[in-house]
DNA sequence: AATTCGGGGTA
DNA sequence: TACCCAGAATT
């Protein structure tokens, strides 16, 4: 299949189509050569992985950093290392092993994977975009990025790295925008090759370029492989126009913060707790009966049969 | 398109 | 302090 930059796309850099093609294959190639030096030796790119683990380590990789997924991952995967021995676990279980990677939803859909491909796909994970976005917790983003690292299919996988990196590269803006574009999707999509192996080296190198060196922080432009053809550079790396409109997240006193409270509090009773002493997590009493109804909405927390009052971790 | 959902390391 | 991190699901 051909992939052609949609008109609505504009890329400053790339006016003339020829100009442009030779562009992005120069900056492939650099971002891929550089990746076989620098590429991090992480647990999921070993040889000895399973396509599970990938599907694993791209999960809790959803909005937490690498340092703090490697280990649980370790150990979650030496304690379960098929979907059908998660499938099969204890949700309590789970979700004391997920610790505080945060957003444990992520954990139950986990889980609900797990089962999911045991069910449909009789324990293995499938390579197909499409039965991978039927999969809980999977979206566009893992569904693209399992098919890439775990069998090395063709997929276009765009990561908070990616979009910053194109953003620099080719576009030549400090950051992308808040929201991922339509505009964005089409650009990554005839950026990636169209050959399998390609594709799937291109998007490793362009994820670890991104993390390692073209950092939202404090980019490492003296050492980056392609800063001889960055727009950003090129622009004299131009501020973010946009700093003033995008908001921090805010966390003291809010919903997620309470929530993370009784959950900690849950993953290290051995016993049901009582409703009292879960709702001390904060001063705010219409807020902690809120943020605990909200746990066992999300079945996170539920009721013990016998005694309403008393709350643990889904058997 | 906008919100919600954890938690901790770093400048 | 504020910002950022291999996003997904819901409204």
Redesign the pocket.
């Known amino acids: 299949m051909r992939c052609v930059v949609p008109h609505n796309v504009r890329v400053p850099i790339l006016t003339d189509p020829l100009a442009a093609a030779h562009d992005v294959a120069t900056l492939r190639d650099a971002v891929v050569a550089w990746f076989e030096d620098a590429a991090?030796d992480?647990p999921?790119?070993r040889p000895d992985r399973t396509a599970w683990g990938v599907l694993v380590?791209?999960?809790m990789?959803?909005?937490?950093?690498?340092?703090?997924v490697e280990p649980v991952w370790r150990a979650w995967m030496l304690r379960w290392p098929t979907p059908a021995d998660l499938a099969a676990a204890s949700t309590a279980d789970v979700l004391r092993a997920w610790d505080?990677?945060?957003?444990?939803?992520?954990a139950l859909?986990l889980q609900e994977c797990a089962r999911a491909v045991v069910a449909r796909h009789g324990g293995a994970v499938p390579d197909d975009e499409d039965a991978l976005?039927a999969?809980?917790?999977?979206?566009?983003?893992?569904?693209?990025?399992v098919r890439a690292?775990a069998f090395g299919r063709r997929s276009v996988v765009v990561?908070?790295?990616v979009?910053?990196v194109l953003a620099r590269t080719l576009t030549g803006t400090a950051?992308p925008e808040?929201?991922y574009?339509?505009a964005e999707r089409a650009l990554a999509q005839a950026v990636a090759p169209a050959d399998d192996d390609a594709s799937a080296r291109w998007a490793?190198a362009s994820?670890?370029l991104?993390?390692l060196v073209c950092?939202?922080?404090?980019p490492r432009c003296a050492s980056c492989p392609v800063r001889s053809s960055c727009a950003w550079r090129a622009a004299g790396h131009p501020p973010?126009e946009l700093?003033h409109r995008?908001?921090?997240?805010?966390?003291?006193g809010?919903?997620?913060?309470?929530?993370?409270?009784v959950?900690?509090l849950l993953?290290e009773a051995s016993d049901p707790v009582d409703r009292e002493r879960l709702l001390l997590v904060t001063d705010d009493r219409a807020q902690a009966d809120r943020?605990l109804a909200?746990?066992v909405e999300?079945g996170?927390v539920e009721p013990s049969e016998t005694d309403p009052d008393l709350f643990a971790l889904p058997a």
């Open positions: 991090r992480l999921w790119r380590s791209e999960v990789l959803q909005q937490t950093p690498v340092v703090r505080r990677l945060g957003y444990p939803r992520r859909r976005l999969l809980p917790g999977v979206g566009e983003y893992t569904a693209a990025a690292f990561d908070t790295n979009r910053r950051l808040p929201s574009t339509a490793a994820m670890e991104g993390a950092t939202a922080r404090a973010d700093a995008r908001r921090g997240q805010a966390w003291h809010t919903d997620r913060q309470v929530r993370g409270r959950m900690a993953r943020c909200g746990l999300d996170l």
